[in-house]
């Protein structure tokens, strides 16, 4: 007897809200808006979007990080980034970077134009307590890298991490993690295209809608997402979104969830409260970067 794959529902929702970050950057925060709302292993996701110069052009100048991972995928514009390793990637329209914090990276992302468009994503992904204090890393990936799984109905899926597709034609993005093993769909549905994805069953997994419509879950019980907001979905082998009547961009994120202790404290994530004292110890006394050389993940 074949077996019946349980479709996963959308639980709750979560709008976006407005604010800012770095030196005056305007964006949208949804998951991490506030402390403890978490989705193990994701700690953060920002939106950024916006035609006005005014609005991103300070930045985010020098910063540090310790304790996870940031991902940055850019949908238009161009920003590069330079660290105290002397590290300097440019992030161009459908790139990406994948930085390991670990231990401690101090970096900037500064945008190289003063006018039109920026738009794209942050997300940050927790590591686990043994990798925490790891030499800090990162990858810069180009569009030409990240592969797309074309859809007979005209929709396209761009993998930047994990796979996508059937168990017959499976496509695996640039990237892979084996702590939290991350899943980064870039879904641009057409007019009422229909999509079913597979998915770990043991992952937690959420969609973000950042332009158009979609409808979640199977045919019986499908709900509404919102754009700006995160749907989070209950466990389940298979993911099943239909496109609204003007198409859909949707970020589709899964990941093994870690199940430990989370303290964050501005740009650190611990497990305890006095690794994050050290954190800020280490960073007042000039220690905090005291690592080797960095290696692409």
């Given at each position: 007897?074949?077996?019946?794959?349980?479709?996963?529902?959308?639980?709750?929702?979560?709008?976006?809200?407005?604010?800012?970050?770095?030196?005056?950057?305007?964006?949208?925060?949804?998951?991490?808006?506030?402390?403890?709302?978490?989705?193990?292993?994701?700690?953060?996701?920002?939106?950024?979007?916006?035609?006005?110069?005014?609005?991103?052009?300070?930045g985010?100048?020098?910063?540090?990080?310790?304790?996870?991972e940031?991902v940055?995928?850019?949908?238009?514009?161009?920003?590069?980034?330079?660290?105290?390793?002397?590290?300097?990637?440019?992030?161009?329209?459908?790139?990406?970077?994948?930085?390991?914090?670990?231990?401690?990276?101090?970096?900037?992302?500064?945008?190289?134009?003063?006018?039109?468009?920026?738009?794209?994503?942050?997300?940050?992904?927790?590591?686990?307590?043994?990798?925490?204090?790891d030499?800090?890393?990162?990858r810069?990936?180009?569009?030409?890298?990240?592969?797309?799984?074309?859809?007979?109905?005209?929709?396209?899926?761009?993998?930047?991490?994990?796979?996508?597709?059937?168990?017959?034609?499976?496509?695996?993005?640039?990237?892979?993690?084996?702590?939290?093993?991350?899943?980064?769909?870039?879904?641009?549905?057409?007019?009422d295209a229909?999509?079913?994805?597979?998915?770990?069953?043991?992952?937690?997994?959420?969609?973000?809608?950042?332009?158009?419509?979609?409808?979640?879950?199977?045919?019986s019980?499908?709900?509404?997402?919102?754009?700006?907001?995160?749907?989070?979905?209950?466990?389940?082998?298979?993911?099943?979104?239909?496109?609204?009547?003007?198409?859909?961009?949707?970020?589709?994120?899964?990941?093994?969830?870690?199940?430990?202790?989370?303290?964050q404290?501005?740009?650190?994530?611990?497990?305890?409260?006095?690794?994050?004292?050290?954190?800020?110890?280490?960073?007042?006394?000039?220690h905090?970067?005291?690592?080797?050389?960095?290696?692409?993940?």
């Open positions: 007897m074949p077996t019946i794959m349980q479709t996963r529902l959308l639980q709750s929702t979560l709008s976006s809200i407005a604010t800012s970050d770095g030196a005056g950057v305007k964006l949208r925060r949804s998951i991490g808006q506030k402390p403890g709302l978490y989705f193990d292993p994701f700690l953060m996701l920002d939106a950024f979007g916006t035609e006005h110069p005014e609005d991103y052009i300070r985010f100048p020098p910063h540090p990080h310790r304790g996870f940031t940055t995928y850019m949908i238009e514009g161009h920003m590069r980034h330079e660290d105290h390793l002397g590290h300097v990637g440019d992030l161009r329209p459908g790139g990406m970077q994948w930085m390991t914090a670990g231990r401690g990276i101090i970096h900037s992302e500064m945008p190289m134009q003063t006018e039109g468009r920026m738009r794209g994503f942050q997300l940050w992904i927790n590591l686990p307590a043994a990798r925490k204090m030499p800090p890393s990162y810069d990936v180009d569009p030409s890298e990240i592969p797309v799984l074309e859809c007979e109905d005209g929709s396209r899926i761009r993998v930047l991490a994990g796979s996508a597709g059937t168990r017959e034609r499976r496509i695996e993005g640039p990237i892979q993690r084996p702590d939290t093993e991350p899943v980064f769909l870039d879904l641009e549905l057409t007019r229909r999509l079913a994805q597979m998915v770990d069953p043991d992952h937690h997994a959420f969609l973000y809608v950042y332009e158009g419509s979609i409808e979640v879950g199977p045919q019980a499908k709900q509404p997402v919102p754009i700006d907001h995160v749907g989070f979905l209950s466990a389940g082998e298979r993911i099943e979104i239909q496109a609204g009547l003007d198409g859909a961009r949707v970020l589709l994120l899964t990941g093994h969830p870690l199940g430990e202790p989370i303290v404290h501005g740009p650190f994530v611990m497990n305890t409260r006095a690794e994050i004292e050290r954190a800020i110890r280490d960073f007042q006394t000039g905090f970067t005291d690592t080797g050389e960095s290696g692409a993940p």
